[in-house]
T-cell receptor, first 112, second 112 residues
Framework: QKEVEQNSGPLSVPEGAIASLNCTYS??????FFWYRQYSGKSPELIMS????GDKEDGRFTAQLNKASQYVSLLIRDSQPSDSATYLC????????????FGQGTELSVKP | DADVTQTPRNRITKTGKRIMLECSQT?????MYWYRQDPGLGLRLIYY???????NKGEISDGYSVSRQAQAKFSLSLESAIPNQTALYFC???????????FGPGTRLLVL
């Protein structure tokens, strides 16, 4: 089993819809969770972090964390074509000594 | 000016050549990382350094070496480049008390 699993996609949604990106992780000791966005040919940039169970909202983005289920998700409301990118999930690991473990990413395509 | 810079941005080299990729940062972070990214495989950690005197192997360090010349500089060397080292290479930094990583613009390497 991979340490961090994401559907590679592509996930295609129409403009204005809600995009739901999912991530599961294997390390029960993970405490911090990060979502990075990466445009094609560009470097990853942090868009959300979440540390506690429940929801965290930031503008159109909502991160959801369920540590019991080892599941973290990212919802993008009112999706825009500019949201088209690859989204990388990155939990830390209890035994990772401060390193992050990146999933392979989910490619999102928002169609006008 | 960018906080994390990488040079060169693009490099074409031949099998067997030794090459060096350089990373510099002005964020004042102690921690620096080198990743490679291949299509469908996400970000894989090559080496990381938590301070100038600390160097650690990541999950795919074979065929690579690093040098931490100063807090602000972290170089990655390919001792004898081979075609399967063709990839996009990213440098990243983080503060000692935070897990958020900040990425450089990447170096696209092609080994012929």
């Amino acid at each position: 089993q991979k340490e961090v699993e994401q559907n590679s996609g592509p996930l295609s949604v129409p403009e204005g819809a809600i995009a739901s990106l999912n991530c599961t992780y294997s390390d029960r000791g993970s405490q911090s969770f990060f979502w990075y966005r990466q445009y094609s040919g560009k470097s990853p940039e942090l868009i959300m972090s979440i540390y506690s169970n429940g929801d965290k909202e930031d503008g159109r983005f909502t991160a959801q964390l369920n540590k019991a289920s080892q599941y973290v998700s990212l919802l993008i409301r009112d999706s825009q074509p500019s949201d088209s990118a690859t989204y990388l999930c990155a939990p830390d690991g209890e035994n990772q000594g401060g390193k992050l473990i990146f999933g392979q990413g989910t490619e999102l395509s928002v169609k006008p | 000016d960018a906080d994390v810079t990488q040079t060169p941005r693009n490099r074409i080299t031949k099998t067997g050549k030794r090459i060096m990729l350089e990373c510099s940062q002005t964020k004042g972070h102690d921690r620096m990382y080198w990743y490679r990214q291949d299509p469908g495989l996400g970000l894989r950690l090559i080496y990381y350094s938590f301070d100038v005197k600390d160097i650690n192997k990541g999950e795919i360090s074979d065929g690579y070496s690093v040098s931490r010349q100063a807090q602000a500089k972290f170089s990655l060397s390919l001792e004898s480049a081979i075609p399967n080292q063709t990839a996009l290479y990213f440098c990243a930094t983080s503060a000692a008390d935070q897990e958020t990583q900040y990425f450089g613009p990447g170096t696209r390497l092609l080994v012929l």
